[in-house]
């Protein structure tokens, strides 16, 4: 048996074990390898996203579709909805109190609650916790449907793929995600009255009357745009990410994986952006 090969140690001896195998000439093609898959990914999410947009008001109208998405994304998602908020509701006005209770500014934790959750918790944490739960199914589906030919055998009769198991669940999402953030928002506000009223024991009329004072409709329209950002952004992400599968069943873990972080990412970078654009400075 030949001996293995002894490793330079120390730094200088790999610095220039490296330099005498000129490894550093790879690098450069490296950079270039990994700019190609960048620039062949973008082509794809935006060929993708036009065709999308382009067949979802073109006929055939195949309305089960639309209403079957609606209800997978909305109304099974409705108990991680409700659970969310109550839990939100109660520690955000828990947590509130007993800091605002330092400076005799307690009566402020109602209105304060509201404006959170109407314009920042309310789309953003709705958006997370059904990017969780839809995406990656979306991926999933899909991405089975890719592995498994079935989508091929959809295009070899002429159905329009895209058409047909993507503008449906863009389309549900952006249109049902606002419901689920305005549910999610009551619920939250009904845990907030519940402990800071019934538990800590504060006014109820200054509770109400706070929340008047400091929400107003634009706030509310602001998360409500930004929840269909993040509608049309996470089930988008899970169709992509399915429909481009390659590689089994491990192919189809790796998208669904893929589908719920990429999601998350990009509506906490989206929900900076639009919150900026949509912030009145004074």
């Not at 996203?49 to 073109?58: A, G, H, P, Q, T």
């Not at 997978?72 to 109190?97: D, E, W, Y």
């Not at 589906?141 to 295009?155: F, K, N, T, W």
């Not at 998360?223 to 390659?246: H, N, P, Q």
């Amino acid at each position: 048996m030949s001996p293995e090969p002894v490793k330079p140690r120390g730094f200088i001896a790999r610095f220039f074990s490296y330099l005498l195998h000129r490894e550093y000439l790879q690098f450069p093609e490296r950079v270039g390898a990994k700019g190609l898959i960048w620039t062949q990914a973008l082509g794809r999410i935006g060929l993708l996203l036009i065709e999308s947009l382009r067949v979802m008001f073109l006929p055939p109208f195949r309305w089960r579709l639309y209403t079957k998405q609606l209800e997978f994304i909305g109304n099974r998602s409705l108990t991680v909805i409700l659970l969310t908020g109550f839990a939100v509701g109660a520690i955000l006005t828990l947590q509130l109190t007993a800091t605002l209770t330092q400076f005799s500014s307690e009566n402020m934790v109602g209105g304060i609650v509201a404006l959170v959750m109407a314009k920042e918790l309310g789309p953003l944490l709705g958006g997370l916790m059904i990017n969780g739960r839809v995406a990656s199914a979306i991926a999933a589906e899909i991405g089975a449907m890719r592995v498994s030919e079935q989508i091929d055998a959809l295009e070899a009769m002429s159905v329009d793929s895209v058409q047909y198991l993507i503008s449906p669940r863009l389309f549900a999402g952006a249109l049902i995600l606002p419901f689920m953030t305005l549910i999610l928002n009551m619920v939250a506000m009904l845990a907030s009255y519940m402990v800071a009223v019934h538990l800590l024991g504060l006014d109820a009329g200054m509770f109400f009357s706070k929340i008047s004072d400091l929400v107003q409709m634009e706030d509310l329209f602001e998360g409500l745009a930004k929840s269909v950002a993040f509608g049309f952004i996470l089930t988008f992400v899970g169709c992509y990410k399915g429909f481009f599968t390659r590689g089994g069943a491990q192919g189809v873990g790796l998208a669904t994986t893929q589908a719920v972080v990429v999601g998350s990412v990009l509506i906490m970078l989206s929900d900076y952006f639009i919150g900026s654009f949509m912030l009145d400075w004074p």
